[in-house]
């Protein structure tokens, strides 16, 4: 009996302990909302924000997302896994790795298709994420891995999804139904060659494309033709689980939350994208494009369900809808 008043009690003390540090992390939101530095424990700052903290004016939507925007940036580490093939190597070769001789006469080791690393297969699973991709391995621009083409073009962002929005942004913000309306696909596939051929020296000027859905029509294209979408296969679920959150501001924090999760170079890409559509959508008197509009134009292009399967996509439509349509309407807070 003894013992268990014992456990009894120790279990007491640890729910008043994680209702503390719960209640604590709470009152650090609010500080941080209303630019107020916490005191420590038992100082006079404590029970000024435990005053702010039970009045509902203070946890109003608008000071819950001015807390979120606060919070640290992501940090950009372009870390890239290896690519690696099964290869059959033509006279005697060593292991990058381990630097032992590849025994065999066919299939001796694995090379990576970027960057051409060879190694042994049982060494390919201790080399680093540290791939850099070779450009004359990297033999188009559409349908590449997005993280593959801007390590080796060393740029922020795929070149398409910055040239293709400062064009549009140039001359075409407010085209009626922009993004909306489709441009002729056989100009469309022009310049999708135009950079799998050129790469950032591809003519998308109003010379060579007058019609700017050509262009909005290219961008859409690149963007659902990646093999890992914008919004990734591992983070799919996360975002529509978050989409599905009756509270507006706890779904807001959900898809805030999916949106770290994503790899530097999608979240850096879909940061800029965003940025740009919400523009698009403060001209939408000329262009009527809303950020709905927008979000059911963009939802399936950057978010696509891992299995592939029409019913579910067809069944998260609406979520795929709503969490583009936010990432707009709240691009200032989120990213």
Not at 285 to 290: E, I
């Amino acid at each position: 009996m003894e013992a268990e008043g014992n456990r009894g009690g120790f279990g007491g003390d640890l729910i008043t302990h994680k209702a503390k540090r719960q209640e604590r992390k709470h009152q650090e939101l609010l500080a941080l909302a209303l630019g107020v530095k916490l005191g420590s424990k038992g100082t006079l700052l404590w029970k000024p924000i435990k005053l702010l903290a039970s009045c509902p004016q203070i946890s109003s939507p608008l000071v819950r997302r001015s807390a979120l925007k606060d919070t640290p940036e992501k940090q950009c580490s372009y870390e890239k896994l290896h690519n690696f093939k099964v290869h059959t190597f033509r006279g005697p070769h060593w292991c990058e790795y381990c630097a032992n001789f590849m025994w065999g006469l066919i299939a001796q080791g694995v090379r990576c298709s970027d960057c051409g690393l060879n190694v042994h297969k049982q060494c390919s699973k201790l080399v680093p994420s540290d791939c850099q991709p070779d450009l004359r391995r990297i033999k188009k621009v559409f349908s590449c891995d997005l993280t593959t083409l801007v390590k080796a073009h060393n740029t922020t962002r795929p070149m398409v999804v910055d040239m293709c929005i400062q064009e549009i942004e140039l001359r075409g913000m407010k085209s009626e139904g922009l993004y909306r309306v489709s441009g002729f696909s056989e100009h469309i596939e022009d310049v999708r060659l135009a950079f799998d051929r050129d790469g950032e020296k591809a003519d998308i000027s109003a010379t060579a494309y007058a019609d700017i859905n050509i262009i909005a029509g290219a961008l859409k294209l690149y963007l659902r033709d990646l093999p890992i979408p914008v919004i990734t296969f591992d983070s799919y679920s996360k975002f529509i689980q978050a989409a599905k959150i009756p509270n507006v501001d706890s779904r807001l924090e959900g898809i805030h939350e999916s949106l770290l999760q994503l790899p530097p170079a999608h979240y850096e890409t879909l940061r800029y994208l965003m940025a740009h559509l919400k523009r698009v959508t403060m001209l939408e008197k000329d262009n009527l494009m809303s950020a709905e509009n927008l979000g059911i134009v963009f939802g399936p292009t950057l978010m696509q369900p891992p299995e592939q399967n029409a019913l579910t996509t067809l069944n998260d439509m609406r979520q795929q809808k709503l969490v583009v349509q936010l990432m707009i309407e709240h691009e200032d807070v989120l990213f």
